[in-house]
């Protein structure tokens, strides 16, 4: 069973350009997780969805972050634009369903830098 | 509100030595608890989980117990491997699932 797929695994772009990162669930997983995991830190919930829906997204800087889940499957999460403290590894996670027992499968992560 | 406490690393240990990796929390209700690993160029995966208080979660030779008196959730290991060096976080669920968070995470080196 393939597992979360994310890309790019790398970035690096200048401050003020716009950044985008593709996260594609294990099959049959309804719940979706964007983190943010600065260095030496644990992983920070920036979004989690539910099918399409957007259920939590308190932690979300929504004046430059953006994210979708069209058609409840994939995933995308946009930075326009990046700043320098920006960089960090941009992890996805999928899950059965947000039941508290539930066993969340974290995909590679996408390390950005900021320059 | 809801948070992991993780005990700092690095952490360096022979092969054969006992591992114990300190976790405590904060939580309102009864959370769900887990430990998850990160090995070098990987993502996080689950390592183990337990769901009540007094459960013992097991998987790879490490063990965890959930311990609501002292909010604890320990990891402990009899005798690491070098292949278990990786970066070990606690976290926990709350009863809801509607909220995650993670320890900081603990860096375990194991040489042979």
């Known amino acids: 069973e393939a597992g979360v797929v994310q890309s790019p695994r790398y970035k690096i772009i200048e401050k003020k350009q716009p950044v985008a990162f593709w996260c594609n669930p294990i099959?049959?997983?309804?719940?979706l997780y964007w983190y943010l995991q600065n260095l030496g830190q644990g992983p920070e919930l920036l979004i989690r969805y539910e099918n399409e829906e957007a259920v939590d997204d308190s932690q979300l800087p929504k004046d430059r972050f953006s994210a979708e889940r069209l058609k409840g499957v994939d995933s995308t999460l946009k930075i326009q634009p990046a700043e320098l403290g920006d960089s960090a590894v941009y992890l996805c996670a999928s899950s059965l369903g947000s039941e508290t027992y539930n066993e969340q499968f974290f995909g590679p992560g996408t390390r950005l830098t900021v320059l | 509100g809801d948070s992991v406490t993780q005990m700092e690393g690095p952490v360096t240990l022979s092969e054969e030595a006992f591992l114990t990796i300190n976790c405590t929390y904060t939580a309102t209700g009864y959370p769900s608890l887990f430990w998850y690993v990160q090995y070098p160029g990987e993502g996080l995966q689950l390592l183990l989980k337990?769901?009540?208080?007094?459960d013992k979660g097991s998987n790879k030779g490490f063990e965890a117990t959930y311990r609501k008196e002292t909010t604890s959730f320990h990891l402990e290991k009899g005798s690491v491997q070098v292949s278990d060096s990786a970066v070990y976080f606690c976290?926990?669920?709350?009863?809801?699932?509607?909220?995650?968070?993670f320890g900081t995470g603990t860096s375990l080196t194991v040489i042979p």
């Open positions: 099959s049959g997983h309804n719940t």
């Open positions: 337990a769901t009540k208080a007094d």
């Open positions: 976290a926990l669920s709350d009863p809801t699932g509607n909220q995650f968070y």
